[in-house]
T-cell receptor
Framework: KAGVTQTPRYLIKTRGQQVTLSCSPISGHRSVSWYQQTPGQGLQFLFEYFSETQRNKGNFPGRFSGRQFSNSRSEMNVSTLELGDSALYLC????????????????FGPGTRLTVL | AQSVTQLGSHVSVSEGALVLLRCNYSSSVPPYLFWYVQYPNQGLQLLLKYTTGATLVKGINGFEAEFKKSETSFHLTKPSAHMSDAAEYFCAVSDSGTYKYIFGTGTRLKVLA
């Protein structure tokens, strides 16, 4: 079974631009979560999508947004990029079902490393 | 609010020695706890998880962790370190049973020959 794939793997942008990152979950998985990883703040939850609906959201400004398509693929968008947005963005997928969602395993992709100049 | 604290941002052990990585959590509800490993330029790989049931959890690559409610701890151990264990390890708790994970700050494990 193919794992979680993220494209592109590396991205360089300049301040003020916007960027779109893509995530394809494991086949059959309906939940996709996004995390930002930086040396200073560590791993922080951005949002989670399930069946095209945002189910949970972290504490990030509105410049960070996402969406999920009917095939469970997800994109996240960052508008008006700032230097501090430079990070590794990780996507994770899980089945999304089950009474206690937290018991499911989240499988992470390799990440997209975004550099903002 | 739930939180996770990992003691020691860097840990060094000799090859063949015991690995002990510490994780303490804070949760007002029964926690779901996870250990992930991250190798350079890669994503996170699940080592093991505790949800309910047996408090001693065995994971991949010879790692195990014990959930101790009285100590609010979930320390990761491996009896004998291998060079390939060198990586960064993250402890996480599921926020109120959701897919929103709260991660610790990570512990970078160095294995000395």
């Amino acid at each position: 079974k193919a794992g979680v794939t993220q494209t592109p793997r590396y991205l360089i942008k300049t301040r003020g631009q916007q960027v779109t990152l893509s995530c394809s979950p494991i086949s059959g998985h309906r939940s996709v979560s996004w995390y930002q990883q930086t040396p200073g703040q560590g791993l922080q939850f951005l949002f989670e999508y399930f069946s095209e609906t945002q189910r949970n959201k972290g504490n990030f400004p509105g410049r960070f947004s996402g969406r999920q398509f009917s095939n469970s693929r997800s994109e996240m968008n960052v508008s008006t990029l700032e230097l501090g947005d430079s990070a590794l963005y990780l996507c994770a997928s899980s089945s999304g079902s089950g009474r206690a969602r937290g018991t499911d395993t989240q499988y992470f992709g390799p990440g997209t490393r975004l550099t903002v100049l | 609010a739930q939180s996770v604290t990992q003691l020691g941002s860097h840990v060094s052990v000799s090859e063949g020695a015991l690995v002990l990585l510490r994780c303490n959590y804070s949760s007002s509800v029964p926690p779901y706890l996870f250990w992930y490993v991250q190798y350079p330029n890669q994503g996170l790989q699940l080592l093991l998880k505790y949800t309910t049931g047996a408090t001693l959890v065995k994971g991949i690559n010879g790692f195990e962790a014990e959930f101790k409610k009285s100590e609010t701890s979930f320390h990761l151990t491996k009896p004998s370190a291998h060079m390939s264990d060198a990586a960064e390890y993250f402890c996480a708790v599921s926020d109120s049973g959701t897919y929103k994970y709260i991660f610790g700050t990570g512990t970078r494990l160095k294995v000395l020959a």
